[in-house]
């Protein structure tokens, strides 16, 4: 079976500027391991206070794949990908288990002090509030994601144009989540668009 290092051409440049949003996939199914090995990856994001509040749903399944292409409007690339990660957020989970993402190096009284911050910090919140504070966050691993995607040899599309409601009842999910992107990952078998981005100087400014 090949690994990810083994099939992994790309530095940071090159995935970066060979990505492109690919909407059509060879059959060829994508190894397990190829997948976590990319999610490992992916796993090494940054976050605020380092919360990490993101879930990744991985589906293989032929009949799930449907159903979330019905989810996504019938956009064909769905069930064209050999897997779809549906990249999630669940700060529900997270700030009711602040320890769990505190440093372990740090001495027990400043672990306690940390939590209580952060739980003075989100305890102030709606759940909506949290939702769309985890979603900040989340959307970093998203971006890790499609280059991590790129890098290990395969093409994605980020995708937003879905039913989020219809998803969570599809893989059974809490009503608390909140999505990221679903994410279609496959072998490319067409060419993306080429890009069409804003000028640098459009959008730095050097101070
Ligand atoms: C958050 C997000 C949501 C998107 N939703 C969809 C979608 O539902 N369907 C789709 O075909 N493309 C979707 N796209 C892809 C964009 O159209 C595409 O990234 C953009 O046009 C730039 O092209 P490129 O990805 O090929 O560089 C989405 C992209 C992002 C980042």
């Known amino acids: 079976m090949t690994t990810y290092e083994e099939t992994c051409y790309s530095?940071?440049?090159d995935a970066i500027e060979s990505r492109h949003s690919i909407r059509k996939f060879s059959d060829s199914p994508i190894p397990q391991e190829t997948l976590r090995e990319i999610l490992?990856?992916?796993?090494?994001s940054p976050s605020a206070w380092n919360l990490q509040p993101w879930q990744f749903h991985v589906v293989t399944d032929t009949?799930?794949?449907?159903?979330?292409?019905?989810?996504?409007?019938g956009q064909q690339q769905v069930t064209s990908a050999a897997a779809v990660i549906m990249v999630a957020?669940?700060?529900e989970n997270i700030s009711a288990n602040l320890m769990a993402t505190v440093h372990p190096g740090l001495p027990p009284e400043r672990k306690e002090e940390e939590v209580a911050n952060l739980s003075g910090f989100f305890n102030n919140m709606s759940v909506e509030e949290r939702g769309q504070w985890g979603l900040t966050q989340t959307n970093i691993a998203l971006g890790?994601?499609?280059?991590?995607?790129?890098g290990a040899g395969f093409a994605s599309v980020p995708m937003l144009g879905f039913d989020q409601e219809k998803v969570k009842e599809i893989l059974g999910l809490p009503n608390h989540i909140r999505f990221a992107a679903m994410v279609p990952i496959g072998l490319a078998a067409a060419e993306g668009y080429p890009h069409h981005r804003f000028d640098l100087d459009k959008i730095a400014t050097f101070h």
């Open 89 to 91: 957020s669940d700060m």
């Open 144 to 150: 890790f994601l499609l280059l991590a995607i790129q």
């Open 11 to 13: 530095t940071v440049k």
């Open 40 to 44: 490992d990856l992916v796993r090494l």
């Open 63 to 73: 009949d799930l794949k449907m159903r979330l292409q019905e989810a996504a409007y």
